[in-house]
């Protein structure tokens, strides 16, 4: 009889329950009681009721998808509103707008990675950095993380394209890449830097504008942006800002744009007025960097040992995978969702709590979360 051919599966379940790295599903209420510093609505627009009626608006009058990709029938003036205004905000000269900020980051590294280039990738990238790698022809050289030195060491002697990659704000310890000193590098080398600005994007630069606005390389010509519409924006989908040139040779030879459906009108129309908001009411980015600052703060007071925020993202260690997991499970149990982060989703090998910062908590519901995360820390966390 032919052996089961997902046989294997039960020993790589095994071994992924004796490291305590399983994970599942948990589906959220709408009227989810939680405090939440799990989540990424970093400016509390995701409820906003300004973005929720323009997400239904647009619903109404576009249809509820797309209906195909962009190229064919799936943009919309409504796309090209947001990324005319997304390209204006962040200081670039145009933006292409993508079903969600993994396919921005495939399509950004791949179609700017062609084959006799070279991209040198910060060892701490996110996943979908790393999954633009894979799928560029180009060479791949991993670098130590937030290392300028590395980087020109990586360049030297490449005469082919050369691309740079980095996170502006890494995800999991919050903390942000030197960017003016890879940019110094790259012009040196001739490479282009390409900026995964998901965690910058409405908490750094002038009134939320990103980090290669706060770092004055915004418009640069070597300077090219990834962002997502789903953290401070509060709704779905990604961009790629650059030189107009560049978004054109996207449009053009990008695969995740050209075959995937474009971003659904309720998503679109929502994170164009959650943009609008972020315009309009500068001072969300400056309330999100005080609320984690009072984060770490508080963590570190309590004996903690938490990650200095550069954005909007606190870690806290914890001494093992199942002693994150636990210690995430005792916070919900106490009312509070919290973020857990174990191999392989950390680049460290190191398990903590992720803890996202948001604008609209109040002084007491940080005050209650800092006492639940404290109360309920296991032995070994810091303490």
């Known amino acids: 009889m032919?052996?089961?051919?997902?046989?294997?599966?039960?020993?790589?379940?095994?071994?992924?329950?004796?490291?305590?790295?399983?994970?599942?599903?948990?589906?959220?209420?709408?009227?989810?009681?939680?405090?939440?510093?799990?989540?990424?609505?970093?400016l509390g627009l995701a409820r906003d009721p300004a973005v929720t009626a323009a997400a239904a608006d647009a619903a109404h009058r576009?249809?509820?998808?797309?209906?195909?990709?962009?190229?064919?029938?799936?943009?919309?003036?409504?796309?090209?509103?947001?990324?005319?205004?997304?390209?204006?905000?962040?200081?670039?000269?145009?933006?292409?707008?993508?079903?969600?900020?993994?396919?921005a980051n495939l399509a950004a590294v791949s179609a700017l990675g062609p084959a006799g280039g070279l991209v040198v990738s910060d060892a701490d990238n996110h996943?979908?950095?790393?999954?633009?790698?894979r799928l560029a022809r180009a060479r791949t050289v991993v670098v130590p993380h937030a290392d300028p030195a590395a980087v020109a060491k990586a360049l030297d002697g490449h005469t082919g394209p050369a691309l740079a990659a980095t996170?502006?704000?890494?995800?999991?310890?919050?903390?942000?890449?030197?960017?003016?000193?890879?940019?110094?590098?790259?012009?040196?080398?001739?490479?282009?830097?390409l900026v995964d600005d998901a965690h910058g994007l409405g908490?750094?630069?002038d009134g939320g504008r990103g980090t290669p606005h706060a770092a004055g390389l915004a418009g640069a010509d070597g300077t090219v942006a990834t962002v997502t519409l789903s953290k401070s924006l509060g709704s779905q989908g990604g961009a790629v800002l650059g030189p107009a040139p560049v978004i054109e040779h996207l449009l053009n030879t990008a695969r995740t744009f050209i075959f995937d459906t474009g971003l659904a009108p309720a998503a679109t129309g929502a994170a164009l007025a959650a943009?609008?908001?972020?315009?309009?009411?500068?001072?969300?980015?400056?309330?999100?960097?005080?609320?984690?600052?009072?984060?770490?703060?508080?963590?570190?007071?309590?004996?903690?040992?938490?990650?200095?925020?550069?954005?909007?993202?606190?870690?806290?260690?914890?001494?093992?995978?199942?002693?994150?997991?636990?210690?995430?499970?005792?916070?919900?149990?106490?009312?509070?969702a919290v973020g857990c982060f174990r191999p392989p989703s950390v680049p460290d090998g190191i398990s903590r709590l992720r803890l996202t910062a948001r604008a609209d908590l109040t002084g007491a519901q940080i005050d209650r979360a800092l006492r639940t995360i404290a109360g309920t820390a296991p032995e070994g966390a810091g303490r």
């Open 62 to 103: 576009w249809g509820a998808g797309a209906t195909g990709s962009r190229l064919v029938t799936g943009s919309t003036a409504l796309h090209a509103e947001l990324e005319a205004e997304l390209a204006a905000f962040c200081g670039f000269e145009a933006a292409l707008v993508f079903s969600s900020g993994y396919a």
């Open 127 to 133: 996943a979908s950095l790393i999954d633009g790698c």
């Open 2 to 42: 032919p052996e089961d051919p997902f046989g294997w599966l039960d020993a790589a379940r095994t071994r992924r329950r004796r490291a305590g790295l399983v994970r599942a599903l948990r589906p959220r209420p709408a009227d989810d009681p939680l405090l939440d510093l799990a989540g990424n609505d970093y």
């Open 203 to 205: 908490v750094l630069g």
């Open 275 to 336: 943009l609008r908001l972020l315009r309009a009411e500068p001072g969300r980015a400056r309330r999100v960097r005080e609320v984690a600052r009072a984060l770490h703060t508080g963590l570190t007071a309590a004996g903690l040992t938490a990650a200095r925020p550069d954005a909007a993202v606190v870690s806290v260690r914890a001494p093992s995978p199942q002693a994150a997991l636990d210690w995430a499970a005792r916070c919900r149990a106490s009312g509070l």
């Open 167 to 193: 996170d502006a704000v890494f995800s999991v310890d919050g903390d942000a890449a030197p960017l003016a000193a890879l940019a110094e590098v790259c012009a040196h080398a001739g490479a282009a830097l």
